[in-house]
């Protein structure tokens, strides 16, 4: 999904750094690696789960996840275009204190784009067409951040 997602923003004129791309960053090392590239916004991609006791078939579906109110309209700009696409259950935007969050300086969102312990969904992100679509979504969705359709134009 992620090599895919940055080949439509390259495609786009954006430039991609990856902090997973060649030697995986701990969470700990990512905001000095955030910090040296001066980003405009950084986007972590993951696939949900759910804990042990629930029921994955009753709660499942996007979810975008901010902490600083300044990210907050980039997260809701993914989760607009998003939403639609993995057609599970919309599990809205969310303020959390997480970890990759807490860079301050840019908008940071943590995209949990579908729950891949749906065997339908695990089914459908094996396919390239279907993270085409996803890639496409959070694309479209950032693209509508940055010119400034949602939230403050940056």
Same mark, same amino acid.
């Given at each position: 999904?992620?090599?895919? $997602?940055?080949?439509?923003?390259?495609? %786009?004129?954006?430039? /991609?750094?990856? #902090?997973?791309?060649? %030697?995986? @960053?701990?969470?700990? %090392?990512?905001?000095?690696?955030?910090?040296?590239?001066?980003?405009?916004? /950084?986007?972590?991609?993951?696939?949900?789960?759910?804990?042990?006791?629930?029921?994955?078939?009753?709660?499942?579906?996007? %979810?975008?996840?901010?902490?600083?109110?300044?990210?907050?309209? @980039?997260?809701?700009?993914?989760?607009?275009?998003?939403?639609?696409?993995?057609?599970?259950?919309?599990? #809205?935007?969310?303020?959390?204190?997480?970890?990759?969050?807490?860079?301050?300086? /840019?908008?940071?969102? @943590?995209?949990?784009?579908?729950?891949?312990?749906?065997?339908?969904?695990?089914?459908?992100? $094996?396919?390239?067409?279907?993270?085409?679509? $996803?890639?496409?979504?959070?694309?479209?969705?950032?693209?509508?951040?940055?010119?400034?359709? /949602?939230?403050?134009?940056?």
């Amino acid at each position: 999904l992620a090599r895919q $997602l940055v080949e439509i923003l390259k495609a %786009q004129g954006a430039e /991609v750094i990856l #902090s997973r791309e060649e %030697q995986p @960053l701990e969470l700990a %090392q990512r905001p000095a690696k955030f910090k040296a590239a001066n980003p405009d916004l /950084v986007i972590s991609l993951h696939f949900n789960s759910v804990a042990d006791e629930e029921d994955p078939r009753s709660r499942w579906g996007t %979810q975008n996840i901010y902490l600083y109110p300044h990210s907050k309209p @980039l997260a809701k700009s993914i989760h607009r275009y998003l939403t639609p696409t993995v057609r599970g259950h919309d599990l #809205s935007v969310v303020q959390r204190n997480l970890v990759i969050a807490r860079y301050p300086t /840019v908008p940071v969102v @943590l995209v949990e784009s579908t729950h891949i312990i749906m065997p339908e969904e695990e089914k459908k992100l $094996l396919t390239p067409e279907y993270r085409e679509e $996803l890639a496409k979504a959070i694309a479209d969705g950032i693209s509508n951040f940055l010119l400034g359709e /949602v939230g403050t134009k940056r």
